[in-house]
Each structure stands twice: as structure tokens, then as C-alpha cells.
């Protein structure tokens, strides 16, 4: 995967936004899925989804194809470097969770199937979303349309569910890209974990485009819980940048709690 696109600044133009839209969707997918106790996420950038739950009680890893640029989030032994456009090496784990948002696009065209089949192999729920034709952005190579990624899934044995879109279309702290393109992924014979997914299921039409690729869409400042919300969330993420861990817990924890 070409990493020059990748600077100091794409990272530091998208930390905040990214760990808002965690704070908000983490827990709303924790609450439904309790048995979630650790996460790897591929293509995590500097570590932003990863600190969220950490702040959850989640163990984490983070992959990426690039060194991690500015202040990261994540400690040493929190992260593995890996070029997922040419080598999809399993470490063998498997986690509660895997998630890969807002990546695939960045990755030559031949690459999907072995991509979707490299997210499969680390869990049996996936937290799954990439960019969809005309949406733009850095170096997108890829852009397809989320039927696609379902079919890819589908040949690994993974049933689609509409958990996070919905619930989160028209939500101002969460960005527009991960409400359009933020699909949940769940192994067909996993029958316990697919009983929370059919319970969390809340149907949009699988190929879907969010007004704000208009660009002329406002989504405005939300009710007075999400002020709130991105009030906690803007604290909780200047805490963990100070390495404030125990106070960015107790302001992700008032998050989890106004949510439930």
C-alpha cells in the first residue's frame, strides 16, 4: 500500500473526528455485544478506535502499513506495522472483534477478496466499512459499493447486518463516512453471536449514499445529549494525549453511561 499519502498531517486532520465517532459507536456496539473483551484493528492509523476501547477495559492490538506519525495512541506493544497491500500475514489470534474502517479503498483492486478473507481470519464479529464510489479522499484506488464487500464477506461464511447506520445516519459526532459505510459482519455459525446481531439489526438499503457527499448537507450541532456527549469525548481525548488514562476513563465511562 502506497504510504506517501500518509503524512504527519493526514493523521493530525482526522485524529479528532475519528476518536469522536469511536466514543460514540464503541459503546453503542459494546452494549450489544457483552461479550466483546478485545479488538484488533486493521489500518488504525494512530491508534484512535484502539483508545477508545482501551478506555472500554478492551485489550487492543492495531495493525497498519505505516509507522505511526505525531503523538500516537497506542503503546509499542500495541502495534504491528504490516503492508496490507502485498503481504496479509495472520499472527494467529483470534479476537472478539476485528475492525477495518474506512482502508479497503486504499488497496489495489485485486486485493479485496484476500483483504476481506485477512479481516475473517482474526475474528467472527467484523466492524466493517470503506469508502463508496465518488465519496474521494486520499489515495482511494478502490472505491465500491458496500454490496460488494457483503458478497466478499458472504463467500467467508459472514452474514451482513445493518447495526450502526442507521442508529447514527443523522448524528453530528459521528462523521458522515462511518454512518454510510459501517457495516457488522458476523460468522454464520457463531449462532450466539449472531442472535445479538439479528436483535441489533436495523435495515437500510445495503447500497446507500449519505447526503453529505453533497456537501451542502448540514447534520447541525445535535440535541443537547450529543453536546454533551462530544463535550466528554473532546476531554477524554485531551486526557489521553496527556497519558491522563484513569481521567479519559472516567469521561468515556460518562459517555457509556449517557448512551445506555
Not at 63 to 89: C, P, R
Request: aromatic residues 12%.
Amino acid at each position: 500500500m502506497e504510504t506517501g499519502f500518509y503524512d504527519k498531517g493526514f493523521y493530525d486532520r482526522q485524529r479528532y473526528g475519528s476518536f469522536l465517532s469511536a466514543a460514540v459507536i464503541l459503546p453503542f456496539i459494546l452494549q450489544r455485544f457483552p461479550q466483546i473483551s478485545s479488538m484488533v484493528d486493521i489500518g488504525c492509523g494512530v491508534g484512535t478506535w484502539c483508545s477508545v476501547a482501551k478506555l472500554m477495559g478492551l485489550s487492543v492490538l492495531g495493525k497498519d502499513g505505516n509507522s505511526v506519525f505525531g503523538e500516537s495512541m497506542l503503546e509499542a506493544n500495541e502495534y504491528v506495522q504490516e503492508d496490507f497491500g502485498t503481504t496479509l500475514a495472520d499472527n494467529g489470534r483470534k479476537y472478539d472483534l476485528c475492525i477495518s474502517l474506512e482502508v479497503a479503498e486504499h488497496l489495489p483492486p485485486d486485493k479485496g477478496e484476500d483483504f476481506v478473507r485477512y479481516l475473517c481470519g482474526h475474528a467472527d464479529l467484523v466492524l466493517f466499512g470503506a469508502a463508496i464510489p465518488t465519496q474521494g479522499g486520499a489515495n482511494h484506488i478502490n472505491c465500491r459499493w458496500q454490496s460488494y464487500w457483503a458478497s466478499l464477506f458472504r463467500k467467508n461464511g459472514y452474514v451482513c447486518f445493518d447495526v450502526v447506520r442507521k442508529p447514527f445516519w443523522c448524528n453530528p459526532n459521528v462523521k458522515w463516512w462511518y454512518a454510510q459505510n459501517t457495516l457488522v459482519f458476523c460468522k454464520e455459525t457463531r449462532s450466539n453471536i449472531m442472535e445479538f446481531c439479528k436483535k441489533a439489526h436495523a435495515e437500510l438499503p445495503i447500497d446507500i449514499a449519505h447526503p453529505c457527499l453533497t456537501q451542502n448537507y448540514d447534520k447541525g450541532s445535535g440535541t443537547l445529549i450529543d453536546q454533551k456527549i462530544a463535550s466528554f469525548a473532546r476531554l477524554a481525548h485531551y486526557h489521553v494525549m496527556g497519558k491522563r488514562m484513569d481521567d479519559a476513563r472516567k469521561y468515556m465511562q460518562t459517555i457509556a453511561d449517557t448512551i445506555a
